[in-house]
């Protein structure tokens, strides 16, 4: 809406609402443009990547982001305390 910059210019994909630690890869569909377009997910937190807090409320606003946390999985060796 470019009379209200706080609302959101795209909405998260029908498929990922309320799938908080989905699994998503590059090319998946992440967003939908307000003319129905879907933007894929582009990679550049890593090939594959679990979604958190997806559209929280508090994520609504564009001066809160995207409306999606992304946590990507490491290893933690407890013996050398090393990722």
Do not use: C, W
């Not at 609302?7 to 309320?18: A, E, I, R, T």
């Not at 908080?20 to 998946?28: E, H, L, N, P, S």
């Not at 933007?39 to 807090?53: A, K, N, Q, T």
């Amino acid at each position: 809406d470019p009379d209200n910059p706080n609302f959101p210019g795209v909405l998260v994909h029908k498929s990922l609402q309320d799938q908080d630690f989905i699994r998503i890869r590059k090319g998946d569909p992440l967003f939908v443009d307000l003319g129905g377009g879907i933007i894929p997910y582009d990679g550049s937190h890593g090939d594959e990547v679990h979604l958190i807090f997806v559209n929280e409320g508090g994520y609504y606003y564009q001066s809160s982001g995207t409306g999606i946390g992304v946590a990507v999985a490491s290893e933690y060796d407890l013996n050398t305390a090393r990722l």
